[in-house]
């Protein structure tokens, strides 16, 4: 069905609830940094029809993040944030050694330790990959990707759920 003129089209699939990976970087602007320019993502991502999914590769990751000393994020409040993230998503064990062989076969992401997400997103079966990170942003235009995984900013996630109907 085509999109009337003047309309955005739709750029999330009408599936309920969505399986969402979120990059390091979006973690840290929503819950340390509580941007207020993604507050609508952030209410979203905590909704119904989002499911927030994470291993322990991508939790390991943000802990990291979390203590580097330019953030200067005392003890506890790393602590809480970990904890208040890890309590919203859905936690999948790290992958076993016939799904590592099957992810093999992805493209490979520039940095590799962003290839988590990428091999995250695939195992986990999301619909969506948000990150900030551009060399995970360029894997969106690979076909092999590009046919089962939406890879988006989070300005251009909360961009298009705000032109998305109900």
Same mark, same amino acid.
């Given at each position: 069905?085509?999109?009337?003129?003047?309309?955005?089209?739709?750029?999330?699939?009408?599936?309920?609830?969505?399986?969402?990976?979120?990059?390091?970087? +979006?973690?840290?602007?929503?819950?340390?940094? !509580?941007?207020?320019?993604? *507050?609508?993502?952030?209410?979203?991502?905590? &909704? #119904? $029809?989002?499911?927030?999914?994470?291993?322990?590769?991508?939790?390991?990751?943000?802990?990291?993040?979390?203590a580097y000393r330019q953030f200067a994020i005392p003890p506890e409040r790393q602590a809480a944030l970990l904890a208040d993230y890890a309590a919203r +998503?859905?936690?999948?064990?790290?992958?076993? !050694?016939?799904?590592?062989? *099957?992810?093999?076969?992805?493209?490979?992401? &520039? #940095? $590799?330790?962003?290839?988590?997400?990428?091999?995250?997103?695939?195992?986990?079966?999301?619909?969506?990959l948000v990150s900030r990170d551009k060399l995970v942003l360029k894997l969106a235009r690979r076909r092999e990707l590009r046919d089962q995984l939406l890879?988006?900013?989070?300005?251009?996630?909360?961009?298009?759920?705000?032109?998305?109907?109900?």
């Amino acid at each position: 069905m085509a999109t009337p003129v003047g309309q955005a089209a739709p750029l999330l699939p009408d599936t309920t609830p969505l399986r969402v990976v979120l990059d390091t970087n +979006v973690v840290m602007a929503l819950w340390h940094f !509580d941007d207020p320019r993604l *507050a609508a993502l952030k209410t979203w991502a905590q &909704g #119904d $029809r989002v499911r927030l999914l994470a291993n322990p590769a991508s939790l390991g990751e943000l802990q990291r993040v979390l203590a580097y000393r330019q953030f200067a994020i005392p003890p506890e409040r790393q602590a809480a944030l970990l904890a208040d993230y890890a309590a919203r +998503v859905c936690a999948l064990p790290a992958p076993d !050694d016939a799904q590592l062989a *099957a992810l093999a076969s992805l493209p490979r992401c &520039g #940095d $590799r330790d962003d290839q988590k997400f990428i091999e995250l997103a695939a195992y986990g079966q999301a619909q969506l990959l948000v990150s900030r990170d551009k060399l995970v942003l360029k894997l969106a235009r690979r076909r092999e990707l590009r046919d089962q995984l939406l890879i988006l900013t989070p300005e251009r996630l909360q961009l298009a759920l705000s032109v998305t109907p109900p």
